[in-house]
């Protein structure tokens, strides 16, 4: 074999074996470029997974095109306000920003108020430090004369300070004398005035009577013969039967005189136990049957043939005491003891009990039926009345009262003096008016449901629907002022303060057109806040004109409101002027009381206005307002305050 052919056969394996290596590494790297495609497939399609999908553009171009229909709509002019709304907005803004400044202002009084109160308690301490120091050097100066002074001089030192305090007390004995004469005196005088008037009356009455003549007499006299023999008969039974009857009535209350009679002994028996009762149950089971028998009793007077005027202190005092002794049950039965007002006022509520008993009892063992026809005949002079005229003036004093503030009753018998001049309402501007004073109760319905009259006074019961239920509101005829307002609605949580609960009170006046009002009283009833306001006028408070506000402490709205002494009394007034400085009449105070306040207020006394240095303070663990007369320096009034289920009360 040649050369050439031996080398291309080697070159054709040589060939061959290059092909098929080829082959295998083409396929191998086939094989690597498909797993590598694979594993980058699935690394795109965990990504797609794992990260937000890419906007093309035409959801950005969509996107973009709904942000310009946003800004284009953003754009648009707002809707045209009318100038009505304007205004209101405008309106309310102001109101906004006035009640904000009257608000921080009201904060400051406050604030300058407590600090006042705490530098006039830091004075108050110095001065008592200074009073105890010079008690002290006044009784070491006695150590040292007592040391020196010899017995003569001793001797007569005392026998003349016992004769000092024997011409007080002859002094005082006369003084009390000359008064109770000169009660005396006073009552025969308006007894001699009132028995005058009626002589007088009865004599215009006779001369009012013309005698007829002589064809009237005939005619009088023929029409009384027919008319007189057909009635005799009848006329003459019928006075039988009716003597019968007033003979049983008088028996009936003969009856509840002896009545009357048990319960107050039943009375003064448990009162008297109860001054020295110490346990819880013993207290509790004698103020239940006080509250009890009180009931009784006024139920028992007002069956009396009396005239009202002569059982109105009693009945007042009856159920004051009533009230106080179920007050008291309430403390004691949950737990707390009797506190020193309460003590006290168990033992003013056993004295007066016992002067009526003492007249009561001698009543019952005097009164026949005799006694009882002259009382139903109305006869003055009779043993039923005179008992309890006795008991109307001297027994139960009207200042006595158990009150749930200072001069809280303080309505007179007078013309509505706040309406004069004013144009008198329809029942139907009556309904717009309530619906005006009440906008801001959500009120859906309003109804005039008739008209009724307080003292002197008419106004229109007024019903409003709202939301939580009805309200009741009484409108005057004249003028449409609110004169009392009640909202049924439920308060059990606290979620107002005490000054909160004021300031919502004071808005609320201010809407209804009664300014310049100031709190002087508040008192907390479970989660209600009872206010008293009465009007102020350059620092001077007048306790004639008061509305009285009742506050859920819950919702922060007013649910009670009594206007009415406000609407009697409330004139243009003018602040009088005192003539002795509040340090003279705090001189006039008795030394032990602590005085916490003082301001000048204008008081209604036995129907008049006294203008008079207003004194709280506490002495001996309670708490006292005294009332000093501003120009003559005379002590007019004192309340203590006591502790009721209902809140804070004054006695």
């Known amino acids: 074999m040649s050369k050439k052919e031996i080398s291309s056969g080697t070159e054709k394996a040589e060939s061959l074996t290059r092909k098929k290596s080829g082959v295998k590494s083409e396929k191998t790297e086939n094989a690597k470029k498909t797993a590598e495609k694979k594993s980058v497939n699935k690394t795109v399609k965990n ?4 990260a937000p999908v890419k906007q093309t553009k035409k959801d950005k171009g969509a996107k973009a095109v709904q942000t310009e229909k946003k800004k284009v709509k953003k754009n648009k002019p707002a809707k045209k306000l009318s100038e009505k709304q304007i ?85 005082k004995a006369d003084a009390r004398v000359a008064k109770r004469e000169a009660a005396m005196a006073d009552k025969r005088a308006k007894r001699e005035h009132r028995l005058k008037m009626q002589a007088q009356k009865r004599a215009e009455k006779n001369e009012k009577r013309h005698a007829p003549g002589f064809g009237g007499w005939l005619a009088a006299v023929i029409s009384l013969g027919v008319t007189t023999l057909a009635l005799g008969t009848m006329l003459t039974f019928g006075w039988i039967n ?53 009931e009784m009793a006024e139920t028992v007077i007002e069956r009396l043939p009396l005239n009202g005027q002569l059982t109105e202190n ?14 008291m049950l309430y ?40 006694d009882m026809l002259a009382a139903m005949s109305g006869k003055s002079g009779n043993l039923l009345s005179s008992s309890f005229d006795t008991i109307q003036n001297t027994t139960v004093e009207t200042p006595k009262e158990i009150n749930d503030g200072p001069f809280a009753e303080n309505i007179d018998k007078v013309t509505a003096k706040n309406l004069e001049g004013l144009e008198e309402i329809s029942a139907t501007r009556a309904e717009e008016l309530a619906r005006e004073y009440f906008e801001s109760y959500n009120v859906s319905d309003v109804r ?63 809407d209804l057109g009664y300014d310049d009002m100031k709190a002087v009283w508040t008192s907390e009833n479970g989660t209600t806040c009872n206010l008293n306001f009465a009007y102020e006028k350059d620092g001077v408070i007048f306790y004639s004109d008061m509305i009285k506000v009742k506050v859920c402490e819950e919702r922060g709205i007013v649910t009670g409101m009594e206007g009415l002494s406000y609407v009697l009394n409330h004139v243009e007034r003018t602040a009088p002027s005192a003539k002795i400085t509040k340090s003279d009449a705090q001189a006039k105070l008795h030394s032990g009381l602590e005085v916490e306040t003082a301001r000048l207020c204008v008081v209604p006394i036995e129907g008049n206005e006294v203008l008079a240095y207003e004194f709280y303070g506490s002495f001996d663990g309670s708490d006292y307002y005294v009332y000093i007369d501003a120009k003559t320096g005379e002590e007019v009034q004192v309340f203590t305050v006591i502790g009721t289920a209902q809140g804070r009360a004054l006695m």
């Open 331 to 370: 403390s004691v039965a949950s737990g707390n003891t009797l506190t020193e007002s309460q003590i006290a006022t168990i033992e003013y509520m056993y004295k007066v009990n016992k002067e009526m008993k003492a007249i009561i009892n001698e009543l019952t063992a005097n009164a026949n039926n005799k």
């Open 87 to 171: 205004k209101r907005k405008e309106a309310r803004e102001k109101k906004k920003i006035e009640i904000a400044k009257i608000r921080a202002e009201k904060k400051q009084k406050r604030l300058e108020k407590k600090l006042e109160a705490k530098q006039k308690r830091l004075e108050k301490l110095a001065a008592i430090k200074q009073a105890r120091e010079e008690r002290k050097e006044k009784r070491r100066e006695r150590r040292d004369m007592l040391k020196h002074e010899s017995k003569e001089a001793r001797r007569e030192r005392v026998l003349e300070e016992r004769q000092a305090k024997i011409e007080a007390k002859k002094a």
């Open 448 to 510: 005039c449901t008739g008209e009724m009259i307080a003292e002197q006074l008419a106004c229109y019961n007024i019903t409003l629907t709202t939301n939580d239920g009805e309200m009741s509101a009484q409108l005057s005829k004249l003028g449409g002022k609110v004169v009392e307002f009640n909202s049924f609605k439920d308060c059990s949580l606290k979620n107002f303060s005490v000054e909160r609960c004021i300031d919502i009170a004071e808005d609320f006046l201010d």
């Open 242 to 294: 009716m003597n019968g009857m007033q003979d049983d009535m008088a028996t009936v209350h003969t009856e509840s005189i002896y009545e009357l009679n048990s319960i107050v002994d039943n009375l003064d028996t448990n009162l008297s136990k109860a001054r020295v009762s110490n346990s819880r149950n013993e207290q509790v089971r004698l103020l239940t049957d006080i509250a009890i028998e009180s």
């Open 314 to 327: 009693m009945t007042s005092f009856v159920n004051k005491m009533g009230d106080g002794a179920q007050s």
């Open 47 to 50: 990504n797609e997974k794992s």
